[in-house]
Protein backbone atom coordinates (compact mmCIF):
# COMPACT_ATOMS: atom_id res chain seq x y z
CA UNK A 1 0.00 0.00 0.00
CA UNK A 2 1.33 3.45 -0.85
CA UNK A 3 1.83 5.91 1.41
CA UNK A 4 0.32 9.36 1.00
CA UNK A 5 0.53 12.61 2.77
CA UNK A 6 -2.72 15.53 2.64
CA UNK A 7 -1.45 18.69 3.04
CA UNK A 8 -2.45 21.41 5.20
CA UNK A 9 -2.75 25.24 3.85
CA UNK A 10 0.99 26.46 3.07
CA UNK A 11 2.83 23.39 3.07
CA UNK A 12 5.52 23.28 0.76
CA UNK A 13 7.52 20.88 -1.02
CA UNK A 14 10.76 20.62 1.32
CA UNK A 15 8.61 21.27 4.52
CA UNK A 16 6.52 18.29 3.26
CA UNK A 17 9.68 15.94 2.53
CA UNK A 18 11.26 17.27 6.37
CA UNK A 19 8.11 16.50 8.09
CA UNK A 20 7.44 12.92 6.92
CA UNK A 21 11.28 11.99 6.28
CA UNK A 22 13.30 13.92 8.55
CA UNK A 23 15.40 14.87 5.34
CA UNK A 24 14.92 17.57 2.31
CA UNK A 25 16.30 15.08 0.26
CA UNK A 26 13.04 13.32 -0.26
CA UNK A 27 11.80 16.75 -2.22
CA UNK A 28 12.56 15.42 -5.51
CA UNK A 29 11.41 12.21 -5.05
CA UNK A 30 7.92 13.53 -3.73
CA UNK A 31 7.72 15.91 -6.41
CA UNK A 32 8.18 13.10 -9.20
CA UNK A 33 5.57 11.08 -7.75
CA UNK A 34 3.64 13.78 -8.24
CA UNK A 35 4.10 15.48 -11.33
CA UNK A 36 0.39 16.92 -11.57
CA UNK A 37 1.39 19.19 -8.71
CA UNK A 38 4.89 20.52 -9.72
CA UNK A 39 3.48 23.98 -10.41
CA UNK A 40 2.82 24.67 -6.65
CA UNK A 41 5.13 26.52 -4.91
CA UNK A 42 2.74 26.91 -1.63
CA UNK A 43 -0.21 24.13 -1.09
CA UNK A 44 -3.42 24.29 -0.04
CA UNK A 45 -4.83 22.64 2.56
CA UNK A 46 -6.46 18.95 1.18
CA UNK A 47 -3.96 17.87 -1.59
CA UNK A 48 -3.48 14.16 -1.23
CA UNK A 49 0.45 13.32 -2.28
CA UNK A 50 1.55 10.13 -2.98
CA UNK A 51 5.18 9.39 -0.92
CA UNK A 52 7.98 7.18 -1.90
CA UNK A 53 9.14 4.63 0.28
CA UNK A 54 11.92 5.39 2.51
CA UNK A 55 15.33 4.52 1.65
CA UNK A 56 18.94 5.12 2.77
CA UNK A 57 20.28 5.82 -1.19
CA UNK A 58 19.00 9.41 -0.83
CA UNK A 59 21.83 10.20 1.41
CA UNK A 60 24.07 8.76 -1.55
CA UNK A 61 23.60 11.67 -3.75
CA UNK A 62 24.03 14.45 -0.97
CA UNK A 63 27.31 15.92 -0.61
CA UNK A 64 30.13 14.82 1.99
CA UNK A 65 29.21 17.05 5.49
CA UNK A 66 25.77 16.16 4.50
CA UNK A 67 26.46 12.85 4.94
CA UNK A 68 28.20 13.14 7.99
CA UNK A 69 25.26 12.86 10.42
CA UNK A 70 23.61 9.66 8.57
Known sequence: MNKTYTTIA???WDG???KVYGD???TDKI???N???R???VFPAGVTL???E???SVSISLPPWKRANL
Open 10 to 12: GDM
Open 16 to 18: IAY
Open 24 to 26: EAY
Open 31 to 33: MKL
Open 35 to 37: PQY
Open 39 to 41: HLF
Open 50 to 52: DLP
Open 54 to 56: ESM
